[in-house]
T-cell receptor
Framework: AQSVTQPDIHITVSEGASLELRCNYSYGATPYLFWYVQSPGQGLQLLLKYFSGDTLVQGIKGFEAEFKRSQSSFNLRKPSVHWSDAAEYFCAVGANNAGNMLTFGGGTRLMVKP | GAVVSQHPSWVICKSGTSVKIECRSLDFQATTMFWYRQFPKQSLMLMATSNEGSKATYEQGVEKDKFLINHASLTLSTLTVTSAHPEDSSFYIC???????????????FGPGTRLTVL
């Protein structure tokens, strides 16, 4: 069975500082990995996804993530956080590129200090 | 990206009544639609997967008679919470899989969610 763990429930960073959100997955085959962002009371927006090729993927809003098979990780990074990045972030693993059968991690709430 | 809408965005109902939530893909045909439930400060839990014209596939522990799903067309799926009770209060999010008319790859697009409060 597939599973996703996001070890950090809450993270607070100062505006302009760098950010890394951790994600570890368990999946029997080649994983399709996703990062989503959810603003309060809103649905999910896809930031980026990985399924093959270059292990460093670029997403929207200046985010990137690196797939490390040896560590079963897919951590999300951003070099300089903006106040508008404050939101809930979800890592997910799916059965294919379209995101079928998505299993979500518990989420990490990001707070940004001015 | 593609647009998925949900209606209503917020609903309050009395215990024992039924509530219908609509999910529409606005600029693409969705081969598959998904319904998720999200409790406060928790992650999304997949409730069911539906394909147009066929019965929905429910996840373990989800009562299919309680949560009726109808996927009437390639752009519309509905979730009806029957005989709602306070414990059904939650944030319900749908998603639709397809390819936007604007191009791109087959992917899953999420709606904005519907907050249900049962009194």
């Amino acid at each position: 069975a597939q599973s996703v763990t996001q070890p950090d429930i809450h993270i607070t960073v100062s505006e302009g500082a760098s950010l890394e959100l951790r994600c570890n997955y368990s999946y029997g085959a080649t994983p399709y990995l996703f990062w989503y962002v959810q603003s309060p009371g809103q649905g999910l927006q896809l930031l980026l996804k990985y399924f093959s090729g270059d292990t460093l993927v670029q997403g929207i809003k200046g985010f990137e993530a690196e797939f490390k098979r040896s560590q079963s990780s897919f951590n999300l990074r951003k070099p300089s956080v903006h106040w508008s990045d404050a939101a809930e972030y979800f890592c997910a693993v799916g059965a294919n590129n379209a995101g079928n059968m998505l299993t979500f991690g518990g989420g990490t709430r990001l707070m940004v200090k001015p | 990206g593609a647009v998925v809408s949900q209606h209503p965005s917020w609903v309050i109902c009395k215990s024992g009544t039924s509530v219908k939530i609509e999910c529409r893909s606005l600029d693409f045909q969705a081969t598959t639609m998904f319904w998720y439930r999200q409790f406060p400060k928790q992650s999304l839990m997949l409730m069911a997967t539906s394909n147009e014209g066929s019965k929905a596939t429910y996840e373990q522990g989800v009562e299919k008679d309680k949560f009726l799903i109808n996927h009437a067309s390639l752009t519309l799926s509905t979730l009806t919470v029957t005989s709602a009770h306070p414990e059904d209060s939650s944030f319900y999010i749908c998603s639709a899989r397809g390819t936007s008319v604007r191009g791109g790859t087959d992917t899953q697009y999420f709606g904005p969610g519907t907050r249900l409060t049962v009194l």
